[in-house]
């Protein structure tokens, strides 16, 4: 199914028609009872929330809301863009401050175990964003750490990497020793959690 809706006009009234579009798009999503039309909003929602132009609007729209909600779905698409939609919206410090208010950080390191490449891919950049003074000891956890190990080692290349990144940048050598220590002593919390597909 496509969705016809109207292009913004460039102009002085850019602003409010960008908002318009957007608006319709979130309404499109709500109304429908198609799965493929609303895979189609979420993956255009997605898009939409890496151009920092439409932030204002999209938290007006409160999208992140829309996204985190994906997440617990059983439609793998769904999780798919609800996640990569996250992971774009986390750049943006009043966005960031939204997911971890609404307990994002659990909903995106469950999604940790999905066996989507892209899915999981987008789960640890946005815990990455997600990364604050106050947040990083719940990101660092232990089944976390974990779950980073075990994909350092895995056969993608670019998963393989971003979990290193992860490791490097979002906890101490210290937490990363006693990760592998607990993982070598047969005390995995991470236990369950599969490698992704490619």
Same mark, same amino acid.
């Given at each position: 199914?496509?969705?016809?809706?109207?292009?913004?006009?460039?102009?002085?009234?850019?602003?409010?028609?960008?908002?318009?579009?957007?608006?319709?798009?979130?309404?499109?999503? $709500?109304?429908?009872?198609?799965?493929?039309?609303?895979? $189609?909003?979420?993956?255009?929602?997605?898009?939409?929330?890496?151009?920092?132009?439409?932030?204002?609007?999209?938290?007006?729209? $409160?999208?992140?809301?829309?996204?985190?909600?994906?997440?617990?779905?059983?439609?793998?698409?769904?999780?798919?863009?609800?996640?990569?939609?996250? @992971?774009?919206?986390?750049?943006?410090?009043?966005?960031?401050?939204? +997911?971890?208010?609404?307990?994002?950080?659990?909903?995106?390191?469950? @999604?940790?175990?999905?066996?989507?490449?892209?899915?999981?891919?987008?789960?640890?950049?946005?815990?990455?964003?997600?990364?604050?003074?106050?947040?990083?000891?719940? +990101?660092?956890?232990?089944?976390?750490?974990? @779950?980073?190990?075990?994909?350092?080692?895995?056969?993608?290349?670019?998963?393989?990497?971003?979990?290193?990144?992860?490791?490097?940048? @979002?906890?101490?050598?210290?937490?990363?020793?006693?990760?592998?220590?607990?993982?070598? $002593?047969?005390?995995?919390?991470?236990?369950? +959690?599969?490698?992704?597909?490619?």
């Amino acid at each position: 199914m496509v969705i016809k809706l109207k292009m913004w006009r460039k102009g002085s009234s850019e602003g409010s028609d960008r908002f318009e579009y957007l608006q319709t798009l979130v309404t499109e999503f $709500q109304d429908t009872d198609s799965d493929e039309a609303r895979e $189609q909003v979420l993956a255009n929602l997605a898009n939409f929330a890496y151009d920092p132009k439409n932030m204002e609007h999209l938290r007006e729209l $409160q999208v992140a809301d829309l996204f985190l909600d994906m997440l617990t779905e059983e439609n793998d698409n769904f999780v798919e863009f609800g996640m990569g939609g996250l @992971c774009n919206l986390s750049m943006d410090p009043e966005c960031r401050h939204v +997911i971890l208010e609404s307990r994002g950080i659990s909903l995106v390191t469950n @999604c940790l175990s999905s066996r989507r490449e892209e899915t999981v891919l987008s789960a640890i950049t946005t815990l990455m964003n997600l990364a604050t003074p106050s947040s990083r000891s719940q +990101i660092a956890d232990p089944a976390v750490l974990q @779950c980073m190990l075990r994909f350092s080692l895995s056969e993608s290349p670019r998963l393989r990497s971003l979990a290193a990144v992860f490791l490097q940048d @979002c906890c101490t050598a210290e937490q990363v020793a006693r990760a592998e220590r607990q993982m070598t $002593q047969g005390r995995q919390t991470a236990v369950g +959690i599969p490698l992704p597909e490619n």
